[in-house]
């Protein structure tokens, strides 16, 4: 569980960390940009103490912290989901299950009775997360495909709307990476563009938007109606895919 949440919560600035970050000034700051980047590790963090060092805490105090934490996390991710345009649910998903893991990892060091039962209340609450990881890397995968067959040979490119360059790994696919919390990237119908995939040349480019919840890219019937441009996105080019890099 713990190895993948890790592969399906860690963002792609923790792999390539600090190349193409710069560290906040502010502490605060700081706090909020570490905090999500290192709290899919936690669960691995946890595994780990328990096997070198068995650790084991008092249950009153768990709960405490785990509900803590839950609480504090699940605040937070509602509140994201607010000011987060058109992925508010994908935002709350993601801070909430998150969370989860966090909270589901502090009971893992409860004191057992007898000492070999398993810390059922925290395997329960990794299960969710780790659910969700398993969504997030084979969003990644249908991506991929999705998009080498769509393109049907010609030029593709994909690119997260807004950010004016294409992806450049195989991370930046997953589920969780997957998905825009902008707000404006719409038309008068309140159609939020999340990744878009072009496929094509400037004279005959087709756009397609990805959607979370169903798995698959929209065709746009008309781009060049929205408020926020699309060709800029990236530039196409055959076999796309072999240009990324793992992370």
Request: charged share 10%.
């Amino acid at each position: 569980m713990a190895a993948v949440i890790a592969l399906g919560y860690c963002p792609k600035p923790l792999f390539s960390f600090p190349a193409d970050r710069v560290l906040p000034a502010n502490p605060f700051d700081l706090w909020l940009v570490l905090v999500p980047a290192l709290a899919p590790l936690f669960p691995s963090c946890t595994v780990l103490l328990l096997r070198l060092l068995s650790w084991q805490l008092p249950q009153a105090v768990l709960i405490f912290l785990a509900v803590l934490v839950g609480s504090l996390g699940t605040m937070a991710s509602v509140l994201a989901a607010v000011f987060a345009g058109g992925g508010d649910l994908m935002t709350f998903i993601h801070g909430a299950s998150l969370s989860l893991a966090v909270a589901g990892s502090i009971l893992l060091f409860k004191q057992l009775d007898p000492p070999n039962a398993p810390p059922t209340t925290g395997i329960v609450l990794l299960s969710v997360p780790t659910v969700v990881a398993i969504w997030s890397l084979a969003a990644g995968l249908v991506v991929a495909a999705q998009a080498q067959y769509l393109s049907g040979g010609r030029p593709f490119c994909i690119a997260i709307h807004g950010d004016e360059k294409p992806i450049a790994s195989f991370a930046a696919l997953r589920g969780l990476f997957f998905y825009t919390n902008r707000s404006g990237y719409k038309d008068a119908d309140r159609w939020y563009f999340h990744s878009l995939l072009l496929v094509g040349n400037d004279k005959n480019m087709r756009a397609y938007n990805w959607s979370p919840r169903h798995m698959r890219f929209d065709y746009l019937a008309d781009p060049d109606r929205m408020l926020v441009g699309l060709q800029s996105a990236c530039v196409p080019k055959i076999a796309f895919l072999r240009y990324l890099s793992l992370f």
